[in-house]
Nanobody, 113 residues
Framework: QVQLVESGGGLVQPGGTLRLSCTAS????????MAWYRQAPGKEREFVAT????????TYGGSVNGRFAISRDNTKNTVYLQMNDLKPEDTAVYYC??????WGQGTQVTVSS
């Protein structure tokens, strides 16, 4: 069965960094585009980034402002989201997603002093 497990979230001060990981199983990861989304309480789920199967094609949402980078390691069935210069407005649950398909359970990112 398809499984996506996010990790790496936590509490960080403004200006700090976090690296999220999503480890996948149950499908052909290396042939599949992956994406990150986020959702804060009371707000719609927002697109953050996507990466194609080989890792060379990347697209980012407008709210990222050049601070985030998506990457993947197909030998480990893992997609990453490197988040730099974090701001309070980045606080949300971050979800890994198979392109056009299943969602992970999410990992909480809180940016606060």
């Amino acid at each position: 069965q398809v499984q996506l497990v996010e990790s790496g979230g936590g509490l960080v001060q403004p200006g700090g960094t976090l690296r999220l990981s999503c480890t996948a199983s149950g499908f052909a990861f290396s042939s599949t585009a992956m994406a990150w989304y986020r959702q804060a309480p009371g707000k719609e789920r927002e697109f953050v980034a996507t990466i194609n199967s080989a890792g060379g094609g990347k697209t980012y949402g407008g709210s990222v402002n050049g601070r985030f980078a998506i990457s993947r390691d197909n030998t480990k069935n893992t997609v990453y989201l490197q988040m730099n210069d974090l701001k309070p407005e980045d606080t949300a649950v971050y979800y890994c997603r198979i392109g056009g398909g299943s969602w992970g359970q999410g990992t909480q990112v809180t940016v606060s002093s």
